[in-house]
Each structure stands twice: as C-alpha cells, then as structure tokens.
C-alpha cells in the first residue's frame, strides 16, 4: 500500500474564510508571500499567518517553506481549482446582487472577440446607454476559447461568441446570424467582383487567424464540406491585423458580415460568396 498524508477527519464546522483563501491562491501563484502579500496589500507576516490558519483548519500542510522561495505540496493544486470556483462564484454572486439592487446603475462584464466588439457589441452599447446612461460596461476582447472560458469561471457575465459547440455547463442561445464575405484589396484580381465561389476563393492567398477564433472554424468546417483547401502563407492574430494585411494586398481575408465596416474602412473590397452554408 501506498503512503497516505495525515490529514483529519472531515469536520463539516471547518470555518475557512474567504480571505484565507485569496491569500492562498496568490502564494500558489507567485510562489512567494512577499509578492501574495504586496498583490493582497498586507504584510508578509499577515499573509503567512493565513495560510498557516487555513493549513490548520484542513488539517494539511499546502506549502514547503525555505529562505529563497515557497513549493506547493501535495493538495495544494486541488484546494487551489476548488478554491478559484468558490472566489469566481462569489465574485459573479457580487455583480447579480449590485445588478438587482439597482437596474438603473451596476456594471456589466461582457467578454467576446475584439471584431465582435467592433462591429456588434459597441453599437448595443452605445443605444443601451441611451435609456440606462448609469450602467458601466467592462468588456473583455478575447478569443473564443477564452471568451468560453470567462464565463465560464465567472469573470464575465455573458460572452458573444461564433461556434458551432455547446458546452454542458453553459447556457447558450442564438442572437445574430452573419454569412461569411470575402475582403481584398481593389487591386487584387478578385477585387472588382460582386460575387464569387468558394473554388474561385480557394485559388488566392488566404490570410487566416489562429485556430483559437471561431471564424477559422467556420471556414475550415465549410472548406472540408466542399473539398475545398486554403493556401495561406500568414496566420494573423486579430481580424484587424487580417484586414490590414489585406489592405495591402498580401492575400484575402474571410470576414462575418459584421466584420464589413472595419473592411471598408481599411479600404477593402467586401465581395458575397455563392454557396455560404
């Protein structure tokens, strides 16, 4: 048989405080509690002696001390995924009570793709504050997965993503449909069509983005059901950067709709593609 840690028998009076917890996460991340301390705004000796009451109170040693830096033992990365759940919750608990205390004020934490931002969320925005000119917003441009994951955890409130995925501890419902376009510059030899198919695409330099954003999903779901492969020499980050690449004619972008005003203000060419599924 294996050895076992001494640990206590569960004591469902155990009182551990919210407080011991933050300052735990912080020495889990910094490895050290000058810095957890510094981040937490408390002397090192306060911090220490959180961690050493919450130590005592699971009645499991979290963490080897020595004079140059501070090592996790064994428990401490599971009490640390349970302890960011329990932190993530109580902070989205804060945000829905400030909303019900007040529909006229509160802030809203909104997490999506920096495009989508762009081309959708800001002008929502910017008719929401119309009628309800108190509410804050604090927005969150990130990439699908991290979109997903944001609410996930409870760092935003709801995240505007494209994805054809559902995820079983989200609730999700459609609010906008965007066919997919082609941008290029006028110069290109696609840049004086109106329309164009996914072979006559399939024929030009492709700019893509990382796989992390939902737009390359799509068009790599809807290249596979055609046959169909992009050549692509540059593999950008952001849409923006995507279409500023374009605009100097290195290759076309595939863009949602909403993507268009952004494309015409860089100049670009937005062409329909036949065949959108």
Known sequence: MGEQLPMRAPDMRMNVTLRQLRVFCAVYEKRSFTAAADEMHMTQSAASKLCAELESEIGLPLFDRTTRRVVPRDGAAELYEYAQEVLNTMRLAGRRLSALRSLESGEVSIAS?????????????????????????????????????????????????????????????????????????????????????????????????????????TVDRILLTKGLELTSSIQAGTLATALRLSAANLGVTLIPRYASAAAIEQGLQVISIKGNL
């Open 113 to 217: 793709s920096p495009m989508t931002m762009y081309g959708i969320i800001s002008n929502v925005i910017e008719r929401f504050k119309l009628s309800h000119p108190k509410v804050s917003f604090d927005l969150h441009e990130l990439s699908t997965d991290e979109t997903i994951e944001y609410v996930r955890t409870g760092r935003c409130d709801f995240g505007i993503v494209s994805t054809s995925s559902e995820d079983p501890q989200l609730s999700a419902r459609v609010v906008y449909s965007h066919p997919l376009l082609l941008a290029c510059s006028p110069k290109h030899a696609l840049g004086q069509n109106t329309e164009v198919t996914w072979s006559e695409v399939a024929k030009h330099e492709h700019i893509s983005l990382r796989s992390v954003y939902s737009t390359r999903a």
